[in-house]
T-cell receptor, first 114, second 111 residues
Framework: KAGVTQTPRYLIKTRGQQVTLSCSPISGHRSVSWYQQTPGQGLQFLFEYFSETQRNKGNFPGRFSGRQFSNSRSEMNVSTLELGDSALYLC?????????????FGPGTRLTVL | QQQVKQSPQSLIVQKGGIPIINCAYENTAFDYFPWYQQFPGKGPALLIAIRPDVSEKKEGRFTISFNKSAKQFSLHIMDSQPGDSATYFCAAYYQGGKLIFGQGTELSVKP
């Protein structure tokens, strides 16, 4: 069974630009969560989508948004990029929503903002 | 408080030793506590998880001890091996779907 895939793996953008990251979950998984990982703040929850609906949201500004498609694939968008948005963005999928559904993480997208 | 405090930040043990990583939380609404292992260049992978009504759970060489009254839980790795060298994160589920992570512990197991 293929794992969670994220594209692109690496991305370089400049301040003020916008970026879209993509996540393809494991086949059959309906929940996708996004996390930001930085050396200073660690792993922080961004949001969770289940069956195309946002179920939970972390404490990030409105510049961070996401969506999920009918095939469970998900995209995350960051508008008006800031230097502090440089991070590893991780996507995780699970069969269902909630704590007892194991989350499988992808390798992440490394975003660098110059 | 939506925080999970993890210590130590880094840990070095000899092969065969028993590294112990500790986590503490304040929010009693946290309802499930997983541990993740992350190797460089990879995403985190679930190691073991525990519900708050259980005091201990063991899977292979990994054991979680959970003290609900003290709001603390810890990971023990028995007979540690160099291949266990990785970053370990404790976490807690909040409001059913938000996963709150500790700051991570970088473990190095020396041969």
């Amino acid at each position: 069974k293929a794992g969670v895939t994220q594209t692109p793996r690496y991305l370089i953008k400049t301040r003020g630009q916008q970026v879209t990251l993509s996540c393809s979950p494991i086949s059959g998984h309906r929940s996708v969560s996004w996390y930001q990982q930085t050396p200073g703040q660690g792993l922080q929850f961004l949001f969770e989508y289940f069956s195309e609906t946002q179920r939970n949201k972390g404490n990030f500004p409105g510049r961070f948004s996401g969506r999920q498609f009918s095939n469970s694939r998900s995209e995350m968008n960051v508008s008006t990029l800031e230097l502090g948005d440089s991070a590893l963005y991780l996507c995780a999928s699970s069969m269902g929503s909630g704590p007892y559904n194991e989350q499988f993480f992808g390798p992440g997208t490394r975003l660098t903002v110059l | 408080q939506q925080q999970v405090k993890q210590s130590p930040q880094s840990l070095i043990v000899q092969k065969g030793g028993i590294p112990i990583i500790n986590c503490a939380y304040e929010n009693t609404a946290f309802d499930y506590f997983p541990w993740y292992q992350q190797f460089p260049g990879k995403g985190p992978a679930l190691l073991i998880a525990i519900r708050p009504d259980v005091s201990e759970k063991k899977e292979g060489r990994f054991t979680i001890s959970f003290n609900k009254s003290a709001k603390q839980f810890s990971l023990h790795i028995m007979d540690s091996q160099p291949g266990d060298s990785a970053t370990y994160f404790c976490a807690a589920y909040y409001q059913g779907g938000k996963l709150i992570f500790g700051q991570g512990t970088e473990l190095s197991v020396k041969p």
